[in-house]
């Protein structure tokens, strides 16, 4: 069974408090790098993986899109979800992300933001994503950095005074699960180096377009914690199109 | 004046003293996966950017390129190259690589092995290097990791007992100067973000074809201080194309 932290109760209403969760997009610190890289989406198939909350389902809808399925793992994402960011032309459904079978070329558009880093095969996973997207089609997520995930504890290392010295790097190489510390619950994460990123995009049959590491907008700098995000990469955007 | 550390006395004889330099390519423990890369170059131009002992240019006259540019700033470096590594393909070149001007697409391959972290400006001398490059042309460069780069120090963080604790990172979105050890001296050298350099590379004109963190081979793995290496990424390898 494939890790549901998300429908932990006590979990679940620390994550509905973090600023992304209660302003959707606009509290989201990357959110201005991966719009940036949202083609246009009139009339097409879109494909999100790993939802949430639909906040990116629900933009793809205000775009226009055809036909989006959104997907989670979680049925209190979900629940959430169809409350706050429903629209006729989004399918929320229920699964993870690594059971999903669809159609080849049924797709025009596959998102991601910030799920990759929960599940532990991300080369089968974009193989799958390759098959189901048309020729051309394109391919943007956003996942924890291999700079965060690499140590484990995703924590700053902090001086006796408990003010931070640094953020640590450790077992780069030595990929898999990790005991990450997220909003005061020991969850499960995976880590992969970005070498294993592009590999396993360029293996299943797509060319890489972007790599961006997001930096906090400098209209968030004053969030109490926001300039210490200058201080290590935290997350990583893709964008990769399907060759053919 | 661009730094030329490599012609200090002392520095060169602690650099000529590196595996890597008295053993040439097999002594670099990231040169099986620069090897990979390195394409077809019989009859070929192909400039070296920083080209140190020669090894990188000597390799190149093996595979039958048929003309070799190789440049470096330091004369004590090409003393050694012209006398270990000569051939008639190869003509080595006293330079900064920011200094040297050349005809537009007058090269199919351009090389450079870890030199990119001495130079202030990357996007200028991709955009050089595109120019210089045909429409198809390669280029392939190695650099230090802009996790090794970020923090500055370039050292481990040890604990009370100088055992290994962690690899620190900071300051990773603050590019520029960095006051580096290496060899036992201080050294210059840049740090940029992994986004820049892709960045760079696309706005250049160039297509990403691989990204790929070396690791130390398995038959390097009992040479004191190597199993560190797994613990974080010390260099950078990308692969390019020129688009046309």
């Known amino acids: ?13 620390s994550y509905s408090h973090m600023l992304r969760s209660e302003t959707g997009l606009e509290g989201a610190g990357e959110w201005h790098e991966l719009e940036r890289h949202i083609p246009d989406l009139e009339g097409k198939r879109v494909l999100d993986l790993g939802c949430g909350y639909g906040w990116h389902a629900a933009y793809a809808a205000s775009l226009k ?23 006729p032309c989004i399918e929320y459904r229920r699964i993870a992300m690594e059971d999903l079978e669809l159609p080849p070329s049924s797709f025009d558009f596959v998102l991601s933001s910030l799920a990759f880093h929960y ?6 996973m974009a193989e799958k994503i390759c098959t189901w997207l ?16 690499a140590a484990g504890s995703q924590d700053w290392y902090y001086d006796s005074e408990g003010r931070i ?13 990790r005991d990450a510390l997220f909003l005061g619950h020991n969850v499960v994460k995976y880590h992969r180096t970005l070498t294993t990123y592009i590999r396993a995009l360029l293996s299943a049959g797509f060319t890489i ?5 997001p930096q906090p907008p400098l209209s968030m700098m004053d969030i109490p914690g926001m300039k210490d995000e200058m201080r290590r ?5 893709i964008e990769a199109v399907k060759n053919g």
Chains 1, 2 share one sequence.
Do not use: C, Q, W
């Open 1 to 13: 069974m494939k890790e549901n932290m998300y429908d932990d109760e006590e979990f679940f209403s």
């Open 233 to 237: 990469p935290m997350m990583i955007i």
């Open 65 to 87: 899109a055809g036909y989006v399925l959104a997907v989670d793992l979680s049925e209190r994402m979900l629940e959430r979800a169809r409350d706050i960011n429903s629209a």
């Open 209 to 213: 377009k972007d790599i961006v590491e």
């Open 165 to 177: 010295m640094h953020f640590p790097v450790d077992s780069y190489f030595y990929e898999g699960k």
């Open 134 to 149: 048309k020729d051309g089609g394109i391919f943007l997520f956003s996942a924890e950095h291999p700079v965060f995930t």
């Open 119 to 124: 599940i532990e095969d991300f080369p089968s």
